[in-house]
């Protein structure tokens, strides 16, 4: 006797009634029916032949996250990855995770990868230097992708990076701050610019010069260069940089010159979590990447390219948020 026979006798009903709960029909039945086919499966064993489920639905429940071979072009933090899974697992999704090179990327049509890959859609993670033929083989099929951290027109969810550089700026301009500078090291993702040209609106908006610090360095280099600043006659009294590299070093050339965070002069990063120095376990005042928040929005907007591939979404870029003022205080230097 067949599992689904079973089920529909130990719950009084006939197999195709089983065949309408168990597959994409469920709403013809009552709550009550079909809580009690869902209870009989579950104790005989029951599974779900996901093939079966695929052809019925024209689904394979499935997301594929698209990344290239080379790590610097695909960055997948923990809270990133938490938020896209998530928000898959509460719609009964699962997630497919491939690792391409350039050369294969230029090969196969998207609608032949989704079929290959047995996916719905691609969440495609490649955060700069993207290869031509994905850009366009994406444009060209309409197939179902979003982009993730990508400064694309339309189909894309980024943080909002210009924001972030003005709300670690004007979080300094309420503390009382006017010598203010921005450092970044040569990155060739669209943060860096953006989170600069977010800095030096805040400071053009508060009748203030904006001074850019960008410099190819190592974190010794860095050091020196910011040795050098604060040994000017009017030295800085807050720092917005790029992230914790080069904060941290910025950090440490201001305590070489006998200036500390915050007592002397203030400091800004930007990081996924709050961000300690590895040396000293000092804190600093983060403005935080909504990296969770990011993968949830790019998986809601997925589904509904999936449900309508031709329509374009618009760019959606998501909030940052500003941590503790751990490393930043009122500017008591005139």
């Known amino acids: 006797m067949s599992i689904l026979k079973?089920?529909?006798?130990?719950?009084?009903?006939?197999?195709?009634?089983?065949?309408?709960?168990?597959?994409?029909?469920?709403?013809?039945h009552s709550k009550d029916t079909s809580r009690r086919v869902i209870e009989n499966a579950a104790l005989l064993g029951y599974?779900?032949?996901?093939?079966?489920?695929?052809?019925?639905?024209?689904?394979?429940?499935?997301?594929?996250l698209l990344l290239s071979t080379d790590p610097h072009r695909s960055n997948v933090p923990d809270k990133l990855l938490c938020g896209i899974y998530d928000a898959l697992a509460a719609n009964d999704y699962h997630l497919n995770v491939v690792r391409l090179t350039d050369e294969t990327l230029s090969q196969p049509s998207l609608p032949k990868f989704l079929c290959q890959r047995m996916t719905d859609g691609i969440l495609v993670n490649y955060t700069d230097r993207i290869p031509?033929?994905?850009?366009?083989?994406?444009?060209?099929?309409?197939?179902?992708?979003?982009?993730?951290?990508?400064?694309?027109?339309?189909?894309?969810?980024?943080?909002?990076?210009?924001?972030?550089?003005?709300?670690?700026?004007?979080?300094?301009?309420?503390?009382g701050h006017r010598n203010i500078l921005y450092a970044v090291y040569d990155t060739q993702h669209?943060?860096?610019?953006?989170?600069?040209r977010g800095y030096r609106a805040a400071m053009e908006a508060a009748g203030l010069p904006a001074r850019l610090e960008r410099h190819v360095a190592s974190i010794a280099d860095w050091v020196s260069i910011a040795r050098n600043w604060f040994q000017l006659p009017d030295p800085?009294?807050?720092?917005?940089?790029?992230?914790?590299?080069?904060?941290?070093?910025?950090?440490?050339?201001?305590?070489?010159?006998?200036?500390?965070?915050?007592?002397?002069?203030?400091?800004?990063?930007?990081?996924?979590?709050p961000a300690v120095d590895d040396t000293t376990g000092t804190e600093y005042t983060t403005c935080l990447v909504p990296e969770r928040e990011l993968g949830a929005a790019a998986v809601d907007m997925l589904f509904k390219?999936?449900?309508?591939?031709?329509?374009?979404?618009?760019?959606?870029?998501?909030?940052?948020?500003?941590?503790e003022p751990f490393s930043s205080a009122y500017c008591t230097r005139k």
Request: glycine share 10%.
């Open 6 to 28: 079973q089920i529909a006798e130990r719950s009084g009903v006939s197999v195709a009634t089983v065949g309408h709960i168990l597959g994409s029909k469920p709403h013809r």
């Open 47 to 64: 599974r779900p032949n996901s093939s079966a489920k695929a052809v019925a639905s024209g689904r394979f429940h499935c997301v594929t």
């Open 132 to 175: 031509q033929p994905l850009l366009d083989g994406i444009r060209a099929d309409r197939a179902p992708a979003v982009w993730l951290n990508s400064k694309q027109d339309a189909d894309c969810v980024r943080p909002d990076d210009f924001g972030a550089g003005k709300l670690a700026t004007e979080h300094l301009l309420e503390l």
């Open 190 to 196: 669209y943060s860096g610019e953006d989170r600069y």
């Open 236 to 273: 800085p009294t807050g720092v917005v940089a790029y992230g914790k590299y080069p904060g941290q070093a910025i950090a440490y050339a201001g305590h070489l010159r006998g200036m500390r965070v915050p007592d002397d002069f203030s400091l800004v990063v930007f990081e996924g979590s």
């Open 305 to 323: 390219k999936i449900e309508e591939p031709a329509v374009t979404r618009p760019s959606t870029p998501i909030p940052f948020s500003l941590s």
